[in-house]
């Protein structure tokens, strides 16, 4: 039997596919990253099934323990607390591991916070980046900003309720109007999503929010070239600087390789 990797509601929990219950009902054995929460979904829809824990502490021995087992026929579904395993939450390994000894894995999909939140901010375009959870060191989440400063493509990136403030605060210093949204307690009750610049953003949720926070980062817009410098180029220098470029130097360097003013692109930077 192969092994059924099961997305699970993000929040409501009507938000479940028929196939996934079905799957749910039959396995031998459901495999959650909290089984007090997949119980919850489990009771909601009236299924009796077996669970055990499966969750980053315990991913490795789990899975030495369960190849046999799925090598042996049994039927096991995977599920993590909220949206498909895998994806920002365990279960990659195990996927890999069935893979690599034959086990055969088939994914029912389902709903995805990450396109949930993209769809409802608005700033959807034909491709989109997914940063998963944002750093939490401040050197490592200036260097994500530094990387979407010329990108024309939004983002989506997990963050903690008590992070937020900070990231958004360090997000408006490097690009205080772009535009962004913060989306809270997607399909549950109290679902919020609130859209703006990034300086207003900040403003906003000054203070620690409550509930899952999903953001979305618009797209780069480019800046009129009036000073000869373009958005590339002060990325490039920004980078170098990230990496422990003197700026004085990172500026000269791009300045010479892309004929724009050294001056310019070290105030852009600042």
Known sequence: MPLAVCATPIGNLDDVTLRVLAELRQADLVLAED????????????????????????EAARVAELLPRLDAGERIALVSDAGLPGVSDPGARIVRAALATGVPVTVLPGPSAVETALVASGLVGERYAFLGFLPRRRVELEGVWAELAASPWPAVAFESPARLPATLASLAAAAPSREAAVCRELTKRFEEVVRGPVEELALRFAEAPRGEITVVIGPATARPVEDGVDEVAVAAVAELVEAGTPRKIAAEVVSRLTDMSRNDLYRRTL
């Open 35 to 58: 089984t007090r929460h997949t119980r919850k979904l489990l009771d909601r829809h009236a299924i009796d099934a077996r669970l055990l824990s499966y969750h980053e502490h315990n």
